[in-house]
């Protein structure tokens, strides 16, 4: 690897319109085969469109990520397959094409640190998580190659050095190991049917869903310890999918009810913010602060 350092980010730029993000925070969607944006604050009404205007056009857009220094859009086609981006205002660089060719992806995560974009590749002869550049996705990298069962989603977070998954398979587990891959450690094997993983930085904890159990549980990072689960005091209805972590805050899909929840993690309560017509899938805290600069470094695929 190659420690690397980048002193700014650039403008948010198309050939068709200009969107500011600097100092922007607000939660990506994927509904009905768009991207939408809401506010994170505000209550989403059904009619609301968001504040992506168009929505971005997304195919089964089942997880997603996001590149704040280009201010560009990551998400991968379930059924499809492939990885596509867009800007926000739902032009692409790549046209119709997808930014990288992978026939069965599944969660998608973005190490703003060193510009790697770390991927769960659920191609039947060899599964595994790997790590492409940004900026060149020829450059790539197999993180965790052995003893994934069905491997379903993958968050990184630089701020802490840790990546975490969840893998559904045979012997259904929550993993965790350094963001190189190793020391990888099992979280827990008391799921079912894990799926989303979202790494909490200030609380050390890393969270997930199960929605077979309909919970989301948290561990810690470092013991492993259990925190509380929001499903024993809400519903054993509900049917979490894809979620995020922000300050705190665990937003989550729910495939039962079709809509977007948002909790506060050190309360009992969690509420609806939306309700949809078709199932959300992914969904993603899109921060304009993840961006490299003059004091954070991250170890790149540029070196040998």
């Excluded at 505000?42 to 220094?69: C, K, R, V, W």
């Excluded at 930014?99 to 974009?117: E, F, M, N, Q």
């Excluded at 190659?145 to 990184?156: A, I, R």
């Excluded at 300050?247 to 989550?252: C, G, V, Y």
Aim: with cysteine; net charge neutral; glycine share 8%.
């Amino acid at each position: 690897y190659k420690c690397v350092l980048y002193n700014s980010y650039d403008s948010v730029e198309s050939s068709s319109a200009t969107v500011a993000i600097r100092g922007s925070q607000f939660l990506l969607a994927g509904i009905s085969n768009r991207i939408r944006g809401f506010s994170l604050d505000t209550q989403i009404s059904l009619s609301s469109s968001g504040i992506l205007n168009p929505p971005i056009p997304a195919e089964n857009a089942s997880h997603l990520a996001f590149d704040a220094a280009k201010g560009l859009v990551y998400w991968t086609n379930s059924i499809g397959g492939g990885i596509y981006r867009a800007f926000l205002n739902g032009t692409s660089p790549d046209g119709a094409k997808p930014w990288l060719a992978v026939k069965s992806p599944g969660g998608i995560s973005i190490d703003w640190v060193s510009r790697l974009v770390y991927f769960v590749d659920r191609n039947e002869m060899a599964k595994k998580i790997r790590a492409v550049s940004l900026d060149d996705p020829s450059r790539q990298l197999d993180i965790v190659t052995t003893d994934l069962s069905s491997p379903v989603d993958v968050d990184v977070n630089p701020a802490t050095g840790y990546m975490a998954w969840t893998d559904d398979g045979s012997t259904p587990k929550v993993e965790i190991a350094y963001t190189s891959g190793e020391d990888r450690r099992i979280v827990t094997r008391d799921v079912i049917k894990p799926s989303g993983v979202a790494i909490d930085a200030s609380l050390k904890r890393v969270y997930y869903t199960d929605h077979k159990k309909d919970q989301i549980h948290g561990h810690d990072l470092t013991t492993g310890s259990l925190h509380g689960k929001v499903f024993s005091i809400l519903s054993k209805n509900i049917h979490p999918y894809s979620l995020d972590i922000y300050n705190s805050q665990a937003f989550f899909s729910d495939h039962r009810f079709r809509g977007l929840w948002r909790w506060p993690v050190e309360t009992n309560t969690a509420r609806k913010i939306l309700t949809t017509t078709h199932a959300p899938a992914g969904v993603v805290v899109y921060d304009s602060t993840r961006v490299p600069n003059a004091q954070s470094g991250g170890c790149g695929l540029t070196n040998g």
